[in-house]
């Protein structure tokens, strides 16, 4: 076990947050400097709300914690998907197939500021606000912050520093101008990002199906539609940057509600504030983003965000950031010295973080085209099936990133390679599953590995 000590914590979001209650819980003394004003106290303004995806390997962490029923009381079940296709009709799409197959949607600032309250209640935690982390001497680990009211700089010397600041970490950016042999590859996709609302119908009621993710796929473009605990709806339009359907050709009011109309004409009725909130609100970019190592000897190790931003399409980047603090956690008991913990929590968890950024950029070809495709879903409803005659050796792709925090993220993908093998076998020329042949199924199966 880590003997208890002062560690520096930079960037207090989900992951910097989590962090440290996870160093507090421990006995670590635990100073987290934070960019921003403390949310906590600042308005947010009213139809701003946004949502992320909450799912097995998040509330494994947050239970390790005793958050776990904190989070889902701000939480939305979300069953499945409900696809809405061009002509308005709508087909819902489980999760899974057992009651506790679901995922959880919930406010990123109502947890963020969860999160924050509960490591303040440490008396072992302080947090600064406001504190913008400018410069990191990965040699003497001197940190240098602007505090963003003041304007003035000052350094902090730190013994362990631990860099949760997100995808454009400082402390990420002084590895790869300093450390010898530094990996790094960031990649942005030609799509980008816009948030959007459908508000709650008067008295709060939901204007759509409540318990689940609503995606509109239209092949290269897809709007998705999450719920919130207020009766409204965060919409996310994925869509190009440049081209003749993309965000540079929607130049005008009256180009966004054509798009919309023709595109999503169920979710333009219940938009009433759409072109205000298409040009207020920015285009968020896509990125990937993978580096080795993760640390610096043993006082730096980025962790989050900072160590492997993916995109958003499997609602995975938080929840990864989230198991990297329950791997921190198992190590500060398991080792006994910070080397040896940043060199076994890297080993352990950059292979999967690997694997999730990959299995990412995959679900956005499933969630914006085969989603409504009739071979994806027979493969859906085939895989099912062979959950449940084959248990222990058959687990959908989808339900082992999501709901099987126990399966590391680099085994579901490679698993999941193997099983499109078995599914795309027993797919081929039939277009319903009772033409399956079943004799077939159970000579693929035997060869299929355990779990
Ligand atoms: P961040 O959330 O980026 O937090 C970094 C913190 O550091 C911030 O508070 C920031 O203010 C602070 N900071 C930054 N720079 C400095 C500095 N120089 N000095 C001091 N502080 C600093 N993940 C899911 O699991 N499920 C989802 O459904 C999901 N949906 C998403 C949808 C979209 C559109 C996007 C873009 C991402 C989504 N993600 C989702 C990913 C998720 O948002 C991130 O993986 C997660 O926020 C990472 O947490 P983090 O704490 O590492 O970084």
Not at 350 to 373: Q, S, Y
Not at 399 to 421: C, K, L, T
Request: net charge negative; proline share 3%.
């Amino acid at each position: 076990m880590i003997k208890p000590e002062h560690v520096h914590v930079i960037g207090g979001g989900l992951v910097g947050a989590l962090t440290s209650i996870f160093l507090a819980k421990r006995g670590f003394e635990v100073s987290l400097f934070e960019r921003r004003g403390d949310m906590r106290k600042l308005a947010v303004e009213a139809g701003r709300s946004i949502n992320l995806a909450v799912t097995a390997r998040g509330l494994k962490a947050l239970d390790e914690v005793g958050l776990k029923r904190d989070v889902l009381d701000l939480a939305i079940t979300m069953k499945g998907r409900m696809v809405h296709d061009m002509a308005g009709n709508t087909t819902f799409v489980s999760y899974g197939q057992k009651e506790n197959e679901v995922i959880y949607s919930v406010s990123r600032g109502e947890l963020n500021k969860l999160l924050l309250t509960k490591a303040g209640e440490y008396s072992n935690v302080h947090l600064r606000f406001d504190q913008r982390c400018v410069e990191h001497d990965l040699e003497s680990n001197q940190i240098s912050f602007t505090d963003e009211v003041s304007k003035q700089t000052h350094n902090v010397q730190a013994k362990v520093a631990l860099a949760t600041d997100g995808a454009w970490s400082v402390a990420r950016q002084a590895m790869l101008a300093n450390v010898k042999n530094f990996n790094y590859a960031q990649n942005f996709e030609s799509y980008g990002y816009k948030e959007l609302v459908i508000p709650a119908a008067a008295g709060g009621a939901f204007q759509l199906e409540k318990e689940a993710l609503h995606i509109w796929p239209r092949q290269s473009f897809m709007l998705i539609a999450l719920p919130n605990l207020d009766g409204s709806f965060t919409c996310t339009l994925f869509l190009a940057y440049e081209g003749a359907v993309s965000f540079a050709a929607l130049k005008t009011a009256t180009d966004v509600n054509a798009f919309f109309a023709r595109e999503f004409a169920g979710a333009l009725a219940l938009m009433p504030t759409l072109a205000e909130d298409f040009f207020r609100n920015p285009t968020g970019a896509l990125t990937t983003i993978r580096c080795a190592p993760w640390h610096v000897d043993d006082k730096l190790l980025l962790l989050g965000d900072a160590a492997h931003a993916i995109v958003p399409f499997f609602g995975q980047g938080m929840n990864c950031g989230f198991e990297d603090c329950s791997t921190l956690g198992v190590l500060l008991d398991a080792e006994s010295d910070w080397r040896s913990l940043f060199q076994k929590l890297e080993a352990e968890r950059k292979p999967n973080a690997d694997a999730i950024g990959t299995l990412a950029l995959e679900n956005f070809v499933e969630m914006r085209d085969t989603v409504a495709d009739a071979k994806f879903q027979l493969k859906k409803r085939i895989g099912f099936e062979l959950e449940k005659r084959y248990p222990d050796r058959f687990i959908p792709r989808y339900s082992m990133v999501v709901f099987h925090a126990e399966i590391p993220y680099a085994d579901a993908y490679q698993r999941g390679i193997e099983q499109e093998v078995i599914l795309d076998a027993l797919a081929a020329g039939i277009a319903d599953i009772s033409k399956i042949d079943w004799s077939h199924a159970e000579r693929l199966m035997q060869h299929a590995r355990p779990f």
